[in-house]
Each structure stands twice: as structure tokens, then as C-alpha cells.
């Protein structure tokens, strides 16, 4: 039995020794293998160094290239499925060298992957460098590597949200259609090339999609997978729409290129101004916000400054909290200076002469003279005052008598003028009633008249005719304008004394301040001079007739008593 077991442990130890011969140690797997590419990229066909470390000391590696990424542990053939097996059987340092665990080599970039499941060429793009020991496909060491040669270029490189990009670029696999991306989406070529050529080279053009402020990826991406990238910087925009409006007026305003989810400030001209946010995202704040994309839109009323009193170009700016601006331009139409009346006049409700008349003023020049006029036949200046700092007066005057309908009332600063109408009444006023002289009262050469006062809110003046009949087709004399109810003629308007049968008339009317005039008072008669003038003719011849009787008769006694 012993013997048994003695020979049982020889003939193990003969096969162990055969199997060892034929079947090298697979060597432990070491802390820390690496491998590092000098340089980390290159184009197809360019040498590169390749170094690795902390590997088993005398092991035999394997270098793969493959454009599947994997980690270490993952195995070529099963995550890694297109490769190229670069080279075999390179030599781990021994423990005795001076660099133990390490090796030096070299590759050139493939220009086809055909080692694994199936062929496929090299491009443009991220690859990868991959180490298994001889015996094993577990991956123990990875570097990335870059195959570099295809470059696009970007006209322009900056820009806002909406800039029209032209794309050129070059070393693509020929005849392959292209795709554009932009931050890893997809977006459209609106024109040019949607393959590349023989030369594998391109030209086609793309817009900037909605996207937050700073550096984007633009890269082509090809059929075999080539993908070359640059940057593009969005800067921040805004658009005022419409840009002319009045003040008082809507002004939407739209923005792009900012920070995302963050608040905007609207400033005018200097000033911070009250907004109105439309967007989605703003739904829970009182301001206006940025949505994912750093885009916002919103509105605000054109403010009343005393800037925009003659029209011009103002600035708007918006502010994201990261204190990205951008601005534009927003002409702002001239507000139109304007005056109204107090108290307000029309048809229905007219003024009178006489009447206290403010003006009011807005939007002229700034701390300025303005003159008032009124047009009444001549253009009379009836006020003048001077504007505040905001463009704004107010003064008062007095309405001078003129016809009846509108009138003019203009305020000017010498570059605005402006002009509204005031209405003046049309009322006839009442028919003044005769007092002195009485009819066919005779009177003084210096004779006095007088009438009852009549009242108008416009003022009343008299006229007052004496005529030489009672059509007044002779005029004796006239007063015009008096401003009492009574007259006295004076030492030179003395009348002269007049007969029976041709007495003087008068009579008298009123017009108020917009000349509207009452009707002639009757014609009334009066004489000038004694009483006798006044007595009928065949009274008189009467008269005369008993006084030559009478002294006959008392002739007649006289001399009969002289007789006795």
C-alpha cells in the first residue's frame, strides 16, 4: 500500500512537470498596469510610442485598438467586437532588469479595424488602446486615443441664438452623408453639402438652435462614424418688437443666450423698468426669468421720461444674474405736446367774454417761455409762462371780446406749437327799455339819456342814435361803446333847437362782448328848444289871433278913459 502511494505521488509530479512545459504560468494579475500613448493623438498611419507599467515581470502582453469603449475587466470579443490586434507578444521586463513590470513598443494608427466580428474603417473620432495578457482577454490596461486629420471649421465662431453658421471641414471618409450636431443633438443643414465629397471635404450651413450663453460643440458626424468638433460661443441678444412705439405704448421683448433659470432685469435708458412676464417658467415668480435654454420673453410700457419730449433712440438692456447683457435700440416717436382749456368749451356749452381762461400744458421744452395767443380777427397775446422741468404750464387769462364761433387759443415754445379751439356764446342780449327824454318831451340842447341797464355774462356796451327823422335815415349824431345806460351830449354835441313839425328821434341798442346785438329800441321823439316851438301852428295863429284881439281891446279902454 505504501508503495502505491509513493508511485501515485511520482506520476502526479511527472504530469504537473510535462503540463508546465507545455502551458507557460499565466502570471498574477499586478496592482496597476498602465499604458500611456506618446502623443495621445494622431492621424491614420503616424507612429505611436506606446509604454506600459506595473505589469508581470517577464509576461507576455497583447495590444488591441478598438474604437468600443470598455473598462478594464470587460474582454476583447465579448464587450470589444471591432479591433485590431496591434501587437503580440511583447515582453514584460524581469524582476532582474532595471525597469521590472514594464515595456516599450510601438504602433501606427490602423486605417481599418478587422481583427474582430466584423471590418470597419478608422476615422475621425475617440479611440481606444487596450492591454490583455497572452493568455487572457480580460482587459488589464486602457488609454484613449484621438485619430485626428478631419477638422471642421465655423464662420463665425461666436454668434447669438438664430446666427446662420457656415461649416466647412475636411479629411471625412468620401462620399458619405453628414450629419450636423450641436451639443450632441442633431440639427438641420439648412443648405450645402449633406455628403461629403471625393476628398472627403463639405460645406453646408446650420442655425444656431436655443441654448444658454458660453462655449457649444458643433461637430459633423459621417457615415463610418468620423466626428470632427469645434466650439461656438453664444453671446446673449435682445429683440424689441415693435422698435418705434410711443410712450405710454407695449413693447414686447424677447431674449436668448443667457444663464438658464435665472432673473432678468429690463432697464430703459438708464432706469429700471416694471416687466410683464409670458413665460411658462415664470409662473411662480412676480419677474422675469430665463427658462432651461436661457432664453425669456416679456413686455413693458414705454415710460413718460422728459427725454423722450421730442422723440429719439432710447437703450434697452437686460441683465441675468450672472450679469450677461445685451441691449437694443428702441426709437422712441416724439410725444406730441399738447394744451387743454379750463373750463372747456363747445356749442353746447360755449364762453363769454370776460371769462377766466386757464391753459394747460404737456410736453413742451423743458424750463422754457411759452407765449399764449388768442385769435380774435388780430392775433392778440393774451399770456405767456414758463414750463417746469418735465415740460408741463398752467396760466390764466383773461378772454378779450370777439365775435361770436371759435377761436384760436396757441401756446408755442418756439418749436412746438399747438392750438385748440375756445367757443364763444351766441346769445343775443336783451333790448335795452328807454327812460329819458319822454316822447315828444322837449328838452335842453345839452340833452341827457337814459335807459335801462341790461346784464350779459359777455359785458354790455351801448350804442345810442339821434336821427333827423324816425327812419334814421339822417343820422344826427351817434355814440358807440358806451359802457353806462345813460349819455349826456357835451357843449359840442349840443343839438339845435328844433320845429314842430321836425323833431328829433333817439333810440339805443346793446352788444355784448362777441358783438351779438339786441334790437333797435322804438323810435322815440323829442324837441329841443322852448315850449312854444312845441304848440301846434293853428293853436298858435290862435293864440296870436286872441292877443290881437286882446289888445284892442284894452287900446280901445284906454283911450275912452282918456276921453272922459
Not at 343 to 366: K, N, Q, R, Y
Not at 471 to 496: M, N, P, Q
Not at 519 to 547: C, E, K, Q
Request: proline share 5%.
Amino acid at each position: 500500500m505504501k508503495c502505491y502511494r509513493v508511485f501515485c505521488g511520482v506520476a502526479l509530479g511527472i504530469i504537473f512537470a510535462l503540463l508546465m512545459a507545455v502551458f507557460p504560468t499565466i502570471p498574477v494579475h499586478a496592482e496597476g498596469e498602465l499604458i500611456t500613448l506618446y502623443p495621445a493623438e494622431g492621424e491614420i498611419g503616424e507612429k505611436i510610442d506606446i509604454e506600459g507599467g506595473g505589469f508581470g515581470e517577464g509576461s507576455y502582453v497583447y495590444i488591441y485598438f478598438s474604437g468600443d469603449a470598455a473598462n478594464e475587466g470587460d474582454d476583447i470579443d465579448g464587450e470589444v467586437t471591432h479591433y485590431k490586434l496591434l501587437e503580440r507578444n511583447i515582453r514584460v521586463s524581469e524582476e532582474t532588469s532595471l525597469h521590472p513590470g514594464e515595456f516599450n513598443t510601438y504602433f501606427k494608427v490602423p486605417e481599418e479595424l478587422d481583427d474582430g466580428e466584423s471590418r470597419e474603417d478608422v476615422h475621425c473620432g475617440d479611440y481606444y488602446v487596450y492591454a490583455t495578457y497572452r493568455t487572457s482577454k480580460d482587459i488589464i490596461a486602457v488609454a484613449r486615443f484621438a485619430v485626428i486629420g478631419c477638422k471642421i471649421e465655423l464662420a463665425p465662431e461666436e454668434g447669438t441664438v438664430g446666427t446662420e453658421v457656415k461649416v466647412s471641414g475636411e479629411g471625412l471618409c468620401s462620399n458619405k452623408e453628414i450629419t450636423a450636431r450641436y451639443d450632441d443633438s442633431e440639427v438641420d443643414i439648412i443648405s450645402g453639402d449633406t455628403r461629403s465629397d471625393e476628398e472627403g471635404q463639405f460645406v453646408c450651413t446650420i442655425i444656431v438652435p436655443e441654448s444658454t450663453v458660453g462655449n457649444h460643440i458643433i461637430a459633423v458626424v459621417d457615415e463610418s462614424g468620423s466626428k470632427p468638433e469645434t466650439g461656438f460661443c453664444v453671446k446673449p441678444a435682445i429683440t424689441v418688437n415693435p422698435s418705434l412705439q410711443a410712450v405710454d405704448g407695449i413693447v414686447n421683448i424677447r431674449g436668448t443666450g443667457f444663464e438658464g433659470r435665472e432673473r432678468i432685469t429690463i432697464v430703459l435708458d438708464g432706469g429700471e423698468i416694471f416687466t410683464t412676464p409670458v413665460t411658462l417658467y415664470t409662473s411662480l415668480h412676480t419677474s422675469l426669468h430665463t427658462n432651461y435654454y436661457g432664453s425669456f420673453n416679456g413686455s413693458f410700457i414705454v415710460p413718460p421720461y422728459p427725454a423722450y419730449v421730442g422723440g429719439g433712440t432710447g437703450k434697452v438692456k437686460a441683465y441675468d444674474d450672472s450679469f450677461n447683457v445685451a441691449e437694443s435700440e428702441l426709437t422712441v416717436v416724439a410725444i406730441p405736446a399738447s394744451i387743454s382749456l379750463c373750463p372747456t368749451t363747445s356749442l353746447a356749452s360755449p364762453g363769454h367774454a370776460g371769462m377766466e381762461l386757464t391753459v394747460d400744458g404737456t410736453w413742451f421744452i423743458a424750463d422754457t417761455t411759452v407765449t399764449i395767443t388768442y385769435t380774435s380777427g388780430d392775433i392778440l397775446t393774451v399770456a405767456t409762462a414758463r414750463t417746469s422741468e418735465s415740460g408741463d404750464f398752467s396760466v390764466t387769462f383773461t378772454v378779450p371780446p370777439s365775435a361770436v364761433g371759435g377761436h384760436a387759443v396757441t401756446a408755442t415754445d418756439g418749436t412746438n406749437r399747438v392750438t385748440t379751439i375756445f367757443t364763444m356764446e351766441s346769445e343775443t342780449p336783451p333790448m335795452p327799455v328807454p327812460r329819458l327824454p319822454e316822447v315828444t318831451a322837449t328838452v335842453e340842447g345839452e340833452t341827457y339819456f337814459d335807459w335801462e341797464d341790461v346784464t350779459d355774462p359777455s359785458d354790455i356796451t351801448y350804442v345810442l342814435q339821434i336821427g333827423a327823422d324816425s327812419d334814421f335815415a339822417v343820422i344826427v349824431l351817434e355814440k358807440e361803446g358806451l359802457a353806462a345806460s345813460e349819455y349826456t351830449l357835451t357843449e359840442e354835441e349840443k343839438l339845435e333847437s328844433s320845429e314842430k313839425e321836425m323833431p328829433y328821434y333817439w333810440r339805443v341798442k346793446a352788444i355784448d362782448g362777441a358783438f351779438n346785438e339786441s334790437g333797435w329800441t322804438a323810435p322815440s321823439a323829442f324837441y329841443v328848444g322852448t315850449s312854444w316851438v312845441s304848440i301846434p301852428t293853428w293853436i298858435r295863429y290862435i293864440w296870436i289871433g286872441l292877443g290881437i284881439s286882446l289888445a284892442a281891446i284894452l287900446i280901445f279902454r284906454m283911450r275912452r278913459r282918456v276921453s272922459e
